[in-house]
């Protein structure tokens, strides 16, 4: 089991900066990728970043030169910063994980934290 808490989020003006944080905590040896989903009203759940514990990363089209997803692996923590941020960002960001502790693949999601950009 997982335990992930989110922090952060909130109302931004757009054009303006906003980051937050993910704390996974319990089998959190076995992470082998950490990341950002987001769910706009109405819409499905997409992504917005992932980074794996090598480092790699992968970015929504949409976030590209705009999001990077930091990762510090000895605090089990993952952060999103989001720049330039537009009204279409405005949506629910979930924190997720993949957890491989054998040979089968597990995935845990955070409670979600709100981001509403708007003037």
């Known amino acids: 089991q997982v335990q992930l808490v989110e922090s952060g989020g909130g109302l931004v003006q757009p054009g303006g900066p906003l980051r937050f944080s993910c704390v996974a905590s319990?089998?959190?040896?076995?992470?082998?990728?950490m990341g950002w989903y987001r769910q706009a009203p109405g819409k499905q759940r997409d992504l917005a970043a992932t980074?794996?514990?090598?480092?790699?990363?992968n970015y929504a089209d949409s976030g590209k030169g705009r999001f990077t997803i930091p990762r510090d692996n000895p605090k089990n923590t993952v952060y999103l910063q989001m720049n330039s941020l537009k009204p279409e960002d405005t949506a629910v960001y979930y924190c997720?994980?993949?957890?491989?502790?054998?040979?089968?693949?597990?995935?845990?999601w955070g409670q979600g934290t709100q981001v509403t950009v708007s003037s």
């Open positions: 997720y994980t993949a957890v491989k502790p054998g040979v089968s693949l597990y995935g845990y």
């Open positions: 319990g089998s959190a040896a076995s992470i082998i990728a």
């Open positions: 980074i794996t514990s090598g480092g790699s990363t």
